[in-house]
């Protein structure tokens, strides 16, 4: 099949090598000339493990343009993969509509017929309501010679070639049987994934209710640990173990216990970051508001997050004996595995501590560039972690790298300073025997 993709970012950019590699044509259109200069040079212009691979492999059945019109034309399928940033009261709709008007125009002349897929994370209605009239009116065309689609992506930062190839399922917003015909096409090479068909509103409701589900998980076991945190001798850790076991959530299947992934989401930390879930979770409680919904949940789950990495910050201020003048941070990806820095609670304890007069010595594997155009030479950016140990009086560890787990503890040791703290809010060195280190702190301990 042949299909243009708007949006070059990180979710059209992953569906078009993905896409490309099952053999189909992709056009890649976005208005940034440098991006589109840099893909037709093979380069990514975002990092993601396995995307440079297959951009580079596909080259000849990707085709990055400005040119949206000619792409329009040529493709079977059109999807929208542009950006949804949230301005604090609600998502910010205007590319969605240019990208539709745009689309509209370029199809008025042609007789065709296609799908238009929207894949951006947009509120619900958006397609019904926003997508589908602005492309009828401009394309003037009806309702039956047009297909429309809300798609959601289900992809995880770092791991996102994995999961577009992979799908446990593929969410399919139709608005008529020939536009899921064509969709089922376009996934045709996706066996194993479960088909969702639906209508666009319950794919857009679906899309958001899937994020709000794993950050409300997160802030529930944040917020247990703060209980726990007030209990002698109850480490959240045991709590969670305990609960995850209920055979609900981890059954035993022809007698092996079966650990769902969902329970790595039920454990104290810093809270969540990136691009998605603070983004997502904010614009359906601010949706929810607009709709005379009464909740609670959503906003509380919002508050929990938002505060937790003070929570955190203050652990290690109220542990340390002596004044607090220089952290480390070690991490400042909002995960392991990318180099997103949005939200990321590494960065907003770089900033606290900053707001505090502090000095701050980071260290992250591939983070840093971003992070040193970020705090432009108010920190020290260090290659190695224990460097950026050495002379800190705390120590927070805020990404789970896994290199870091590579540290031996004598290693550590003896960078640390005398009195120093180490506040591990991922738990990474959880099975490392603590009365090897100085203070180790835990959150939910
Ligand atoms: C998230 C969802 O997981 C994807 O399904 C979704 O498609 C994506 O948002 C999106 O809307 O585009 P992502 O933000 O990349 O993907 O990352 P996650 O791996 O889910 O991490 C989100 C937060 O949860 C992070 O702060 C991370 O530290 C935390 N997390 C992640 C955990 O606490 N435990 C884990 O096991 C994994």
């Not at 290199?403 to 738990?427: C, P």
Request: aromatic share 8%; charged share 25%.
């Amino acid at each position: 099949m042949k299909i243009a993709i708007f949006g070059t970012g990180y979710v059209g950019l992953v569906s078009a090598v993905c896409l490309a590699e099952k053999g189909n044509i992709v056009y890649c259109i976005d208005k940034d000339l440098q991006k589109i200069e840099m893909l037709k040079n093979g380069e990514s212009p975002i990092y993601e493990p396995g995307l440079d691979v297959l951009l580079e492999k596909n080259r000849d059945k990707i085709f990055p343009t400005i040119e949206a019109q000619e792409a329009i034309i040529e493709a079977d399928v059109i999807i929208i993969a542009v950006g949804t940033p949230f301005d604090g009261q609600k998502i910010d709709l205007t590319y969605i509509s240019q990208a539709a008007i745009e689309i509209g125009k370029a199809l008025r002349n042609s007789k065709r017929y296609r799908t238009i897929v929207v894949k951006s994370t947009v509120i619900p209605g958006t397609t019904e309501n926003l997508v589908m009239p602005l492309i009828l009116e401009h394309s003037q065309k009806a309702i039956d010679q047009i297909g429309f689609c809300m798609n959601p992506e289900f992809l995880r930062e770092g791991k996102a070639i994995e999961d577009f190839n992979n799908p446990d399922r593929i969410v399919l917003g139709v608005t008529s049987k020939k536009a899921s015909q064509q969709m089922l096409k376009l996934y045709s090479g996706f066996s194993n994934a479960v088909m969702v068909l639906t209508n666009p509103t319950s794919a857009e409701m679906i899309k958001y209710t899937a994020n709000s589900f794993l950050a409300l998980t997160i802030s529930f076991s944040n917020e247990i640990a703060r209980i726990c945190e007030t209990l002698t001798g109850v480490d959240s850790e045991v709590i969670f173990h305990g609960v995850a076991l209920d055979k609900r959530i981890s059954p035993i299947i022809d007698g092996r216990l079966i650990r769902p992934e969902l329970t790595a989401y039920l454990k104290a930390g810093c809270g969540f970051g990136g691009s998605c879930f603070p983004k997502d979770v904010k614009a359906l409680a601010s949706f929810e508001k607009q709709r005379n919904v009464e909740g609670a949940l959503l906003s509380g789950l919002i508050r929990i997050n938002d505060s937790q990495v003070e929570h955190v910050f203050n652990m290690g201020i109220k542990n340390h004996k002596k004044k607090v003048s220089r952290i480390a941070v070690l991490g400042t990806a909002f995960k392991p595995d990318t180099d997103d820095i949005r939200e990321s609670p590494g960065i907003k304890i770089i900033q606290l501590a900053l707001d505090n007069n502090m000095k701050v010595n980071v260290q992250d594997y591939i983070a840093s560039e971003n992070t040193r155009g970020k705090f432009n030479g108010q920190i020290e950016i260090h290659k190695y972690p224990l460097d950026a140990v050495k002379n800190s009086d705390i120590v927070f560890i805020t990404t789970a790298w896994e290199k870091y787990l590579k540290i031996s503890d004598a290693d550590f040791e003896a960078n640390l300073k005398r009195d120093a703290i180490v506040v591990d809010t991922r738990s990474i060195y959880k099975k490392r025997p603590a009365k090897k280190w100085r203070i180790r702190i835990g959150v939910g301990k």
